[in-house]
Every structure is written in structure tokens, then in C-alpha cells.
């Protein structure tokens, strides 16, 4: 038993939360602004256009809009889409 006022609380774990806490706001006073850039949203339609020139193939008109903000993503010059007829 201690009456002096003394205790036998180990302080370290709060000791090192406060570090770490202090580290993360310290490494966001440091990394300065961020940004990121997303694609919002978008839609694919696609229609069927008859058979195509190799046996067994069919040709399709595919539409792809994509909408993104001002600062959003930067769009890509083509986009590749393929089409499976798998049943897995």
C-alpha cells in the first residue's frame, strides 16, 4: 500500500499513443496538400451488328461514356473491351 501519493500505473502505453498521434499530425503538417482524381461514373452500351468476317464471330457497336469533374482523371486515348461467351 502507498500513502505517499505514488502509483503503480504504467504510463508508456499512453506515452505511445501520444507519440504516435503526434507523428501523424506532424507527417500531415509536412505532406502538404493532397489531390486525388476519379472517374465519377459512367455507362457501356453495346449493340449487336450482325456476324462478323472470321467463322463464328459477331461484330457490336460499343458506346463507353464516362463522366468525371473538372479535375477529375485524365481519359485515355482508346479503351479495350472484350467480350466473352463464358458460362463460368
Same mark, same amino acid.
Given at each position: @500500500?502507498?500513502?505517499? *501519493?505514488? !502509483?503503480?500505473?504504467?504510463?508508456?502505453? #499512453?506515452?505511445? @499513443?501520444? =507519440?504516435?498521434?503526434?507523428?501523424?499530425?506532424?507527417?500531415?503538417?509536412?505532406? *502538404?496538400?493532397? !489531390?486525388?482524381?476519379? #472517374?465519377? +461514373? *459512367?455507362? @457501356?452500351?453495346?449493340? $449487336?451488328?450482325?456476324? +462478323?468476317?472470321?467463322?463464328? !464471330?459477331?461484330?457490336? =457497336?460499343? &458506346?463507353?461514356?464516362?463522366? =468525371? *469533374?473538372?479535375?477529375?482523371? @485524365?481519359?485515355?486515348?482508346? $479503351? &479495350? &473491351?472484350?467480350? $466473352? %461467351?463464358? %458460362?463460368?
Amino acid at each position: @500500500m502507498h500513502f505517499c *501519493g505514488k !502509483s503503480n500505473v504504467q504510463f508508456e502505453p #499512453i506515452l505511445t @499513443m501520444k =507519440r504516435f498521434l503526434l507523428s501523424i499530425v506532424l507527417f500531415f503538417l509536412v505532406a *502538404g496538400p493532397l !489531390s486525388a482524381a476519379h #472517374i465519377i +461514373g *459512367g455507362e @457501356m452500351r453495346y449493340a $449487336y451488328l450482325g456476324p +462478323g468476317a472470321i467463322a463464328n !464471330s459477331k461484330n457490336y =457497336r460499343i &458506346v463507353l461514356w464516362l463522366a =468525371r *469533374g473538372n479535375l477529375g482523371a @485524365m481519359f485515355a486515348n482508346t $479503351y &479495350v &473491351v472484350a467480350i $466473352y %461467351d463464358n %458460362d463460368n
